[in-house]
């Protein structure tokens, strides 16, 4: 990192002090999610620039003004991360109490799988999310294990081809799944095995994916709107191919809706298992026999976004841990997605 002349370290003083004062006036922060161009940040290849309301310019590292417009606006940009126009978009609207979905939906669902040394076959363990043409989130207990491969693109792991009309001549069927080497692996370096704080990570893929309607990028709650939700009370949805009310892992990809349950009573449940809920945490479910279940470990905990004519599917969740399945009072938990928007940042490479 270039050091930063004296003149400039004092512009950026005098920045963060009038931003705090300001700050303690009044914590509204004016944000237009239809602004394209946002008026805090500007960007090119090299450096980052910033303009606030007092007409400060600052020219720094890209990592220094990262952290101080993440302060300031809530907002995270990267050209690393695909925008609204391309994640979170599905082709087709039609886990433990789930239904099936159909063959378009949720085009970002991941398989994280052991290949056998034996047979070369792979056996899945987890789920996950792809968020850009290179990158997988999913839980960091998933991530230490010994996956290799990443499977995109499937419906039903026990069909070579996955058809939602076979009649002859209107066949309505996918594109074969791909199955991607992971290149590195990232869990998050504090996370706690015994108490799941931090239980996410990211995967880099050995190569990158073409986008198709059956392989696509979830989005990310980059902005300061969804940033600032606790979203207690909202119905999210969650999907993979986890176990079902039946005992054993469901070959079609399966999704459920859940309701967010408060962090405090999230807090007083767990409470009896000995197993700490954080503010870096958010649960749902509760409902008897409606939950994400092992096979689910790493999967999104989604959130059906509309907004002005536009619909997209936010990772607000990574499905981490529960006591048992399915059991009615007791919530799943979830690595709050908001609360690593800027880990996920610093650790993305084009």
């Avoid at 807090?267 to 026999?289: F, N, R, V, W």
């Avoid at 997209?312 to 841990?321: E, Q, T, Y």
Wanted: charged share 25%.
């Amino acid at each position: 990192m270039k050091q930063e002349s004296l003149e400039t370290k004092l512009i950026a003083k005098d920045a963060a002090d009038r931003t705090s004062s300001r700050f303690k006036a009044s914590t509204h922060v004016h944000y237009n999610r239809d602004h394209t161009e946002s008026s805090c940040l500007a960007t090119d290849a090299s450096t980052l620039q910033l303009k606030t309301n007092f007409e400060v310019m600052l020219k720094l590292s890209s990592f220094s003004i990262f952290l101080f417009v993440f302060a300031l606006c809530g907002e995270i940009k990267s050209n690393l991360l695909p925008g609204r126009d391309v994640c979170g978009k599905q082709t087709e609207d039609r886990i433990y109490g789930g239904i099936q979905t159909g063959i378009a939906e949720f085009p970002w669902m991941a398989l994280l799988g052991i290949t056998s040394n034996r047979t070369g076959d792979a056996f899945y363990i987890c789920g996950g999310a792809l968020i850009n043409r290179r990158y997988i989130l999913t839980a960091a207990h998933c991530a230490v294990e010994d996956i290799t491969i990443v499977r995109l693109g499937e419906h039903d792991v026990d069909k070579k081809r996955d058809c939602e009309d076979d009649t002859p001549g209107l066949e309505d069927c996918s594109d074969d799944p791909i199955d991607v080497g992971i290149e590195k692996k990232i869990p998050h370096k504090d996370y706690d095995d015994e108490t799941h704080v931090h239980d996410i990570a990211l995967l880099r893929l050995k190569k990158e994916v073409n986008y198709t309607n059956y392989v696509t990028p979830i989005c990310l709650p980059l902005t300061s709107e969804l940033k600032n939700q606790k979203y207690e009370g909202t119905t999210l949805t969650t999907a993979g191919w986890g176990v079902t009310e039946k005992g054993y892992t469901s070959g079609v990809k399966l999704k459920v809706d859940l309701s967010v349950v408060p962090n405090s009573n999230c807090t007083e449940i767990y409470k009896k298992y000995d197993l700490p809920i954080e503010d870096s945490h958010i649960c749902a479910g509760g409902e008897e026999g409606k939950d994400s279940c092992q096979g689910d470990s790493g999967g999104p905990l989604m959130l059906r976004d509309r907004v002005k004519d536009e619909e997209n599917f936010i990772a607000v969740g990574v499905v981490s841990f529960g006591y048992g399945c399915g059991i009615k009072g007791v919530p799943g938990v979830y690595a709050r997605v908001t609360d690593y928007r800027e880990w996920i940042a610093k650790n993305i490479e084009p």
